[in-house]
């Protein structure tokens, strides 16, 4: 065999294996998409399970992980938002900037069980929160925190250099120039990295295993303080702990916990990228 | 270097020019933000420190020969960590070793071969991969895979194996975008180099361009192995959960195992708040946050050592 013969063979290859990779994603969602479609329908989506939750719909689960999702944006924002300014914009490069650096990493890496360990230790029994949406929604907020910090933190750092020289040489504070020139041209990546924390922590189902989530509720929760169904758990749930599940009340709930974490994903990619053919500098 | 350059000249400049009012109201926000990115480290500390107050009492209650056991049956008190780490370490070393290799190979593609519209096709649906919840590729595992498994001739279909192959795809995203920067990261006057002395495109990816990035490589591998040694409800229904060492002779990997991360989320449910049990299924977090720990600080220090030598070699 030749060099160049080789070389065809070797590139031919590595197409096969990178196809290999990335396709069985298109085959994963359409094979829940056609299993799982059935089954959508507006009793689906919108009533309460009934008959042991072999019958009937999602409605609970579907509300609990959107009050789950409301509940870590408020839980996730400030304090990460704050932290990426504070990274951007004032971290000198000395060794507390790199503690604080190598601090998000590990919270990045921190597995979402113990996140669910340590929520059950510190919000549900120290703070006595109860298992909650509280107790789900800070518990997931912090696990989305990293995600959130170095979306925005890159964000905050693509706004050239000289909008805050201008800003500064006119007399401005440095607070003004953060808070008047530097945020707002900032701000669609910070949403974009805020959607992008709350499309993982929607469809997280280990953190909130021991503080909020419910195996079935006939009622809605009425207060922050109440458990809740949630999606994730949902889809554990009926597809382990109840036998007898008709199997495509499982791909329907699969189908929609998907829907609902990839258009989160996916409004995040199109602002992105809106952001970026927009860009004028 | 602007950024750092800027904030050492901006202070005196501030004090000289602001109002001292204005001054003041800003000196609090400082602060505020200020403390918001220390806190980033309060809160490693403080989960460490909730950790250690629930599952310390466990490393003193249980003896030291009964949780470097072989057996993990709470019931008869029997707390052996060991079926558990095996467990771990049998599905993360699985998973690494399929999707090294082929996260490798497709960032190869992506960075060295495909031309730009498939670029700008398969990044999107990589970042799609990894926005799948565990919990729904645990879920076609169970229902999908492991009859497949079974069907292939393992004695069951939930074994370490299943739990490999559904770990080993869901740390490719990780392991593709991070040797996708290693690769980019080589300067292409390497490439051009190699090129021009006659060597194929082949030759050029494999003696230079890998070589050259293979810092980076590392860096994807640990990575990956920290990400996959964390994950809970995909393997907690794909591996069977049986707390046994497999035996050697049957093929370890074909048959069910319990992860630490498993255990955890499976029985936490059950037991009484203080009990010895759920003491014991804290210490095993405070296994798991040190372990993720130590992998994560390794890749960083890897990450920034890399940098540095990358510099000076320009």
Same mark, same amino acid.
């Given at each position: 065999?030749?060099?160049?013969?080789?070389?065809?063979?070797?590139?031919?290859?590595?197409?096969?294996?990178? +196809?290999?990779?990335?396709?069985?994603?298109?085959?994963?969602?359409? %094979?829940?998409?056609?299993?799982?479609?059935?089954?959508?329908?507006?009793?689906?989506?919108?009533?309460?399970?009934?008959?042991?939750?072999?019958?009937?719909?999602?409605?609970?689960?579907?509300?609990?992980?959107?009050?789950?999702?409301?509940?870590?944006?408020?839980?996730?924002?400030?304090?990460?938002?704050?932290?990426?300014?504070?990274?951007?914009?004032?971290?000198?490069?000395?060794?507390?900037?790199?503690?604080?650096?190598?601090?998000?990493?590990?919270?990045?890496?921190?597995?979402?069980? *113990? %996140?669910?360990?340590?929520?059950?230790?510190?919000?549900?029994?120290?703070?006595?929160?109860?298992? /909650?949406?509280? +107790?789900?929604?800070?518990?997931?907020?912090?696990?989305?925190?990293?995600?959130?910090? /170095?979306?925005?933190?890159?964000?905050?750092?693509?706004?050239?250099?000289?909008?805050?020289?201008?800003?500064? /040489?006119?007399?401005?504070?440095?607070?003004?120039?953060?808070?008047?020139?530097?945020?707002?041209?900032?701000?669609?990546?910070?949403?974009?990295?805020?959607?992008?924390?709350?499309?993982?922590?929607?469809?997280?189902? !280990?953190?909130?295993?021991?503080?909020? !989530?419910?195996?079935?509720?006939?009622?809605?929760?009425?207060?922050?303080?109440?458990?809740?169904?949630?999606?994730? %758990?949902?889809?554990?749930?009926?597809?382990?702990?109840?036998?007898?599940?008709?199997? /495509?009340?499982? %791909?329907?709930?699969?189908? *929609?916990?998907?829907?609902?974490?990839?258009?989160?994903?996916? *409004?995040?990619?199109?602002?992105?990228?809106?952001?970026?053919?927009?860009?004028?500098? | 270097?602007?950024?750092?350059?800027?904030?050492?000249?901006?202070?005196?400049?501030?004090?000289?020019?602001?109002?001292?009012?204005?001054?003041?109201?800003?000196?609090?926000?400082?602060?505020?933000?200020?403390?918001?990115?220390?806190?980033?480290?309060?809160?490693?500390?403080?989960?460490?420190?909730?950790?250690?107050?629930?599952?310390?009492?466990?490393?003193?209650?249980?003896?030291?020969?009964?949780?470097?056991? @072989?057996?993990?049956?709470?019931?008869?008190?029997?707390?052996?960590?060991?079926?558990?780490?095996?467990?771990?370490?049998?599905?993360?070393?699985?998973?690494? @070793?399929?999707?090294?290799?082929?996260?490798?190979?497709?960032?190869?593609?992506?960075?060295?071969?495909?031309?730009?519209?498939?670029?700008?096709?398969?990044?999107?649906?990589?970042? @799609?991969?990894?926005?799948?919840?565990?919990?729904?590729?645990?879920?076609?595992?169970?229902?999908?895979?492991?009859?497949?498994?079974?069907?292939?001739?393992?004695?069951?279909?939930?074994?370490?194996?299943?739990?490999?192959?559904?770990?080993?795809?869901?740390?490719?995203?990780?392991?593709?975008?991070?040797?996708?920067?290693?690769?980019?990261?080589?300067?292409?006057?390497?490439?051009?180099?190699?090129?021009?002395?006659?060597?194929?495109?082949?030759?050029?990816?494999?003696?230079? @361009?890998?070589?050259?990035?293979?810092?980076?490589?590392?860096?994807?591998?640990?990575?990956?192995?920290?990400?996959?040694?964390?994950?809970?409800?995909?393997?907690?229904?794909?591996?069977?959960?049986?707390?046994?060492?497999?035996?050697?002779?049957?093929?370890?990997?074909?048959?069910?195992?319990?992860?630490?991360?498993?255990?955890?989320?499976?029985?936490?449910?059950?037991?009484?708040?203080?009990?010895?049990?759920?003491?014991?299924?804290?210490?095993?977090?405070?296994?798991?946050?040190?372990?993720?720990?130590?992998?994560?600080?390794?890749?960083?220090?890897?990450?920034?050592?890399?940098?540095?030598?990358?510099?000076?070699?320009?």
């Amino acid at each position: 065999m030749t060099r160049q013969q080789t070389n065809r063979l070797a590139k031919i290859a590595i197409s096969l294996v990178a +196809a290999l990779v990335v396709l069985p994603t298109v085959f994963v969602i359409l %094979y829940v998409v056609y299993n799982g479609i059935g089954v959508i329908s507006w009793e689906f989506l919108f009533t309460a399970p009934r008959s042991g939750m072999r019958e009937g719909g999602i409605w609970p689960a579907l509300l609990g992980t959107v009050f789950l999702t409301f509940g870590t944006a408020i839980a996730a924002f400030p304090l990460a938002i704050a932290t990426a300014i504070y990274l951007a914009e004032y971290a000198g490069d000395n060794r507390l900037t790199r503690w604080v650096r190598l601090a998000i990493v590990n919270l990045a890496g921190i597995p979402s069980i *113990v %996140y669910g360990l340590f929520g059950l230790g510190a919000f549900v029994l120290f703070l006595n929160l109860g298992t /909650s949406i509280v +107790a789900g929604s800070l518990t997931l907020g912090l696990m989305t925190l990293p995600v959130v910090i /170095s979306t925005a933190e890159e964000a905050l750092l693509a706004v050239p250099q000289e909008f805050r020289t201008v800003s500064l /040489s006119l007399g401005a504070t440095r607070w003004q120039t953060i808070r008047h020139q530097v945020l707002p041209h900032a701000l669609p990546g910070i949403i974009t990295g805020i959607i992008l924390g709350l499309g993982r922590a929607a469809g997280e189902t !280990a953190p909130i295993l021991f503080t909020v !989530a419910a195996f079935y509720l006939p009622e809605l929760p009425r207060s922050i303080f109440d458990q809740t169904m949630a999606l994730p %758990y949902h889809l554990y749930v009926i597809s382990t702990q109840v036998p007898g599940m008709p199997l /495509s009340l499982q %791909y329907g709930t699969a189908l *929609v916990l998907l829907l609902v974490v990839l258009s989160l994903t996916l *409004v995040a990619t199109v602002l992105r990228t809106r952001m970026r053919r927009r860009r004028q500098w | 270097m602007l950024k750092t350059e800027q904030a050492a000249s901006l202070p005196a400049a501030q004090a000289e020019t602001t109002p001292s009012r204005r001054h003041s109201g800003e000196w609090w926000i400082e602060q505020i933000i200020r403390g918001a990115g220390l806190s980033t480290i309060f809160i490693i500390g403080l989960i460490f420190l909730f950790l250690l107050r629930e599952g310390l009492p466990a490393f003193v209650r249980i003896s030291p020969l009964n949780l470097l056991g @072989v057996r993990w049956y709470p019931i008869e008190e029997l707390y052996g960590l060991l079926p558990l780490l095996v467990g771990s370490l049998l599905v993360t070393v699985g998973a690494v @070793v399929i999707a090294v290799p082929l996260g490798l190979i497709t960032a190869i593609y992506l960075g060295e071969i495909a031309p730009l519209w498939q670029r700008e096709l398969l990044k999107p649906l990589i970042e @799609v991969l990894a926005g799948i919840p565990s919990i729904v590729l645990g879920f076609l595992g169970w229902v999908a895979l492991a009859p497949l498994v079974q069907q292939a001739g393992a004695p069951t279909g939930l074994t370490a194996f299943t739990g490999a192959l559904i770990l080993a795809y869901m740390s490719l995203p990780t392991i593709i975008s991070i040797s996708e920067d290693a690769l980019y990261a080589v300067p292409k006057e390497y490439r051009d180099a190699s090129l021009a002395i006659g060597a194929t495109e082949w030759q050029t990816i494999w003696r230079v @361009v890998v070589p050259a990035a293979r810092s980076g490589i590392v860096i994807a591998t640990v990575l990956g192995i920290g990400r996959a040694i964390g994950e809970t409800m995909a393997v907690m229904m794909v591996t069977g959960n049986a707390a046994n060492i497999p035996s050697l002779a049957t093929g370890m990997f074909f048959q069910p195992v319990r992860t630490m991360t498993a255990t955890i989320a499976a029985e936490m449910g059950e037991v009484a708040q203080g009990s010895l049990h759920y003491q014991a299924l804290f210490a095993i977090g405070i296994v798991l946050f040190l372990l993720t720990f130590a992998i994560n600080s390794l890749a960083s220090m890897l990450i920034g050592g890399g940098k540095q030598q990358r510099s000076s070699q320009l």
